[in-house]
T-cell receptor
Framework: DAEITQSPRHKITETGRQVTLACHQT?????MFWYRQDLGHGLRLIHY???????NKGEVSDGYSVSRSNTEDLPLTLESAASSQTSVYFC???????????FGSGTQLSVL | QKEVEQNSGPLSVPEGAIASLNCTYS??????FFWYRQYSGKSPELIMS????GDKEDGRFTAQLNKASQYVSLLIRDSQPSDSATYLC????????????FGTGTRLTVIP
């Protein structure tokens, strides 16, 4: 069955370190998204991609970057982790013909 | 200004009752509206989508859309304890991007 997987499920890091969260989907979807979820803020879009070599900033992109070298993967990199980036991160994908998002299981990131 | 507003709740209803969840949005040109359900510690999953004014029914769920009032709601009939979750309203602002803006969610508890 097609799926979208995130790794790791939990990550603890220190401020200033570079961190990369992985996202891999086997739906063959063109569109991929990274959201963060915090209490009181709901899901907020960080970055998104509509295809290979395409990346775009979302509403909370500062301090994050993504790259899309193939259809299946959209890794999210925190260049220099900050405590404000402690959050639950969700990767999602869609086929572009509708807006149904398929979400991964999430990554709980703690920056100490 | 937030794109999508929801009452954070919590909303408690007895088993068998109707649960009513509400959402307002700020972008008048928005065309696509969605309700996602998120169980504690899990990822969101789509339960309803609606694109036209009026009601859309799917089993025990009914989505209602009023574009003039910029209002979308979700009714859950015959509420079950398994409906206890956070319900996220999402809107596609249709600004040329295939992105969704999410509300902060309403936590629903169905009391047996």
């Amino acid at each position: 069955d097609a799926e979208i997987t995130q790794s790791p499920r939990h990550k603890i890091t220190e401020t200033g370190r570079q961190v990369t969260l992985a996202c891999h989907q086997t739906w063959n979807h063109n569109n991929m998204f990274w959201y963060r979820q915090d209490l009181g803020h709901g899901l907020r879009l960080i970055h998104y991609s509509y295809g290979v070599q395409d990346t775009n900033k979302g509403e909370v992109s500062d301090g994050y970057s993504v790259s899309r070298s193939n259809t299946e993967d959209l890794p999210l990199t925190l260049e220099s982790a900050a405590s404000s980036q402690t959050s639950v991160y969700f990767c999602a994908s869609s086929d572009g013909r509708g807006e149904k998002l398929f979400f991964g299981s999430g990554t709980q990131l703690s920056v100490l | 200004q937030k794109e999508v507003e929801q009452n954070s709740g919590p909303l408690s209803v007895p088993e068998g009752a109707i649960a009513s969840l509400n959402c307002t949005y700020s972008d008048r040109v928005s065309q696509s509206f969605f309700w996602y359900r998120q169980y504690s510690g899990k990822s969101p999953e789509l339960i309803m989508s609606i694109y036209s004014n009026g009601d859309k029914e799917d089993g025990r769920f009914t989505a209602q859309l009023n574009k003039a009032s910029q209002y979308v709601s979700l009714l859950i009939r015959d509420s079950q304890p398994s409906d206890s979750a956070t319900y996220l309203c999402a809107v596609n602002p249709q600004t040329g991007a295939n992105n969704l803006f999410f509300g902060t969610g309403t936590r629903l508890t169905v009391i047996p």
